[in-house]
C-alpha cells in the first residue's frame, strides 16, 4: 500500500497510539509520524524504543505539519488538547480521534477545529487490559472494526482517506452517526465493562469473608472479569461520564434481565434457565464465526501473556 499521509502525528503514546505506529510501518502508510505524551516517562520511553520518529516536549510541537492529527488521550481531555493545537493546525490537515465516546468529543473537539481544517471522529475497537507505550503490537486492529464517525459537512475525501487508513492498518471500517455509536458500544463495550469491574468488586468483598479464596480458586469466568476490569481507570472513568445517557439505558434492561433470571432461580424455573443460556450460547458463536473471537479455551489470548 502507498503513503496516505506524509506526516501523522500521535497525541498521547499508549496502547492504541502504538499499535498504529507500528502497523503504519508495516504497510507503509506514513512517510513521517510523531508523537507527544504528557508523562515525560512515557516520552524518554517512546524515544528509547522508537516508537514514533520523533518525541516532541508538546501536542502543539507534535501536530504542527502534519497531515493527519490522532489524539490518542482519554475523552476527558481532549478538548484541552484541541485547544493547544488548534493555532498550529495545518490548512488541508484532518485531525481525528480514537475515543470510544463519539458525541462527547464531537462536542468537546469540534469547536476548536479551524477552517480548512477536517474532523473526522474514529473509533478502533480493539484493544487490551495492557497500557502504556511499551503495550502496543502491529497486528492489534487486525480483522477487528473501526467506526469513522463524520460530523455535519465532513469533506468526503478527507473521511474516505482516513477511512483507507484503517483498512491499511488491518481494520474494517464502517461509518455511523454518533448517537448511534454511543449505543452500540454501550451495549458491547461499556455495559460489560462496568459489569466486570461489579464483580470483581463484589469479589472484592467476599475475599475478605473467605480469607482470599476468591482469589486462589478463581475459575475461567471469573479470571475474564478481572482481565477486562484491568482495563485502564482514568480513560473508563471517562467513557462512562460522556457516554452517560445510552450506558444508563442498557444497564436499566440489564437490571430487568438480571431480575427474571433471579426470579427463575429462586422459583427453580430450569427451562426458562435453559431456553435463555441456549440463546446467549447462540450469541457467543456468531462472534466465533464473524472472526471477532475464537473458541479457544484461552479466548484466543494464549498468545498475549
Not at 522508537?50 to 493527519?68: H, K, Q
Not at 464502517?174 to 451495549?187: N, Q, S, T
Not at 430450569?270 to 446467549?280: A, I, P, S, V, W
Request: proline share 4%; net charge negative; hydrophobic share 45%.
Amino acid at each position: 500500500m502507498s503513503v496516505l499521509y506524509g506526516r501523522v502525528a500521535l497525541i498521547g503514546l499508549g496502547l492504541i497510539a502504538g499499535s498504529m505506529a507500528l502497523a503504519m510501518r508495516r504497510g507503509g502508510l506514513a512517510g513521517e509520524i510523531t508523537g507527544y505524551a504528557r508523562s515525560s516517562e512515557t516520552r524518554d520511553i517512546a524515544r528509547e524504543i522508537g516508537l514514533v520518529d520523533r518525541v516532541y516536549d508538546s501536542a502543539a510541537d507534535a501536530a504542527e505539519g502534519a497531515d493527519l492529527v490522532v489524539l490518542c488521550v482519554p475523552i476527558g481531555v481532549m478538548g484541552g488538547v484541541a485547544a493547544e493545537i488548534s493555532a498550529v493546525l495545518k490548512p488541508g490537515a484532518t485531525v481525528s480521534d480514537v475515543g470510544s465516546v463519539k458525541r462527547a468529543v464531537i462536542e468537546a473537539v469540534a469547536p476548536h477545529i479551524p477552517e480548512g481544517v477536517h474532523f473526522v471522529p474514529a473509533h478502533p475497537m480493539a484493544g487490551t487490559e495492557h497500557s502504556g507505550p511499551r503495550s502496543g503490537f502491529a497486528e492489534l486492529f487486525d480483522n477487528r472494526w473501526c467506526l469513522i464517525v463524520p460530523v455535519e459537512g465532513s469533506d468526503r475525501a478527507a473521511v474516505e482517506r482516513l477511512e483507507a487508513l484503517w483498512r491499511g492498518l488491518g481494520s474494517n471500517t464502517e461509518e455511523m452517526d454518533a448517537d448511534h455509536h454511543d449505543l452500540v458500544c454501550a451495549v458491547t463495550s461499556h455495559a460489560p465493562h462496568l459489569i466486570a469491574y461489579t464483580m470483581v468488586g463484589v469479589a472484592d468483598d467476599m475475599r475478605r469473608v473467605t480469607d482470599s479464596e476468591v482469589i486462589k480458586f478463581s475459575a475461567a469466568g471469573f479470571r475474564d472479569f478481572t482481565r477486562i476490569a484491568a482495563s485502564d481507570p482514568t480513560m473508563w472513568r471517562d467513557v462512562f461520564l460522556s457516554n452517560k445517557d445510552a450506558t444508563l439505558e442498557v444497564l436499566g434492561r440489564f437490571t430487568e434481565e438480571l431480575f427474571a433470571l433471579q426470579r427463575a432461580i429462586r422459583t427453580g424455573d430450569g427451562e426458562h434457565l435453559h431456553q435463555y443460556f441456549t440463546r446467549t450460547r447462540a450469541i457467543r458463536r456468531e462472534i466465533v464465526e464473524a472472526g471477532q473471537d475464537t473458541d479457544a479455551p484461552d479466548f484466543g489470548r494464549g498468545a498475549r501473556k
